[in-house]
C-alpha cells in the first residue's frame, strides 16, 4: 500500500509547497497513516484541517484500506 499512498501524497504536494509546506510519509499502521507535515504547514493553525479535510479525504477517496491519518 506504500506506494499507492506515496502516489496520492505526490499529488497533493504541489498545493502543500505553494503555501510553503510538505508532507513526509512516516510508517502505515494496518489502515492507519502516519504523516508528518513539515515547514509552514507544521505550525500553521489550519494543520488540522489539511490533514483531514485535505490528506486524509484525497487518501480514503483513492485507497479503500485507508482508514485514518494521523500527524506524527
Known amino acids: 500500500m506504500r506506494p499507492e499512498v506515496e ?3 505526490d499529488s497533493i504536494r504541489p498545493a502543500l509547497q505553494a503555501d510553503g509546506g510538505d ?3 512516516i510508517d502505515i499502521d494496518g489502515g492507519v497513516v502516519k504523516v508528518r ?3 509552514a ?3 500553521c493553525p489550519m ?3 489539511t490533514l483531514k479535510g485535505g490528506i486524509e479525504a484525497a487518501l ?3 485507497i479503500p484500506a ?3 491519518v494521523e500527524s506524527v
Open 7 to 9: 502516489k496520492v501524497l
Open 47 to 49: 494543520a488540522t484541517m
Open 60 to 62: 480514503k477517496e483513492r
Open 23 to 25: 508532507v513526509e510519509l
Open 41 to 43: 504547514c507544521g505550525g
Open 37 to 39: 507535515l513539515l515547514g
Open 66 to 68: 485507508v482508514e485514518r
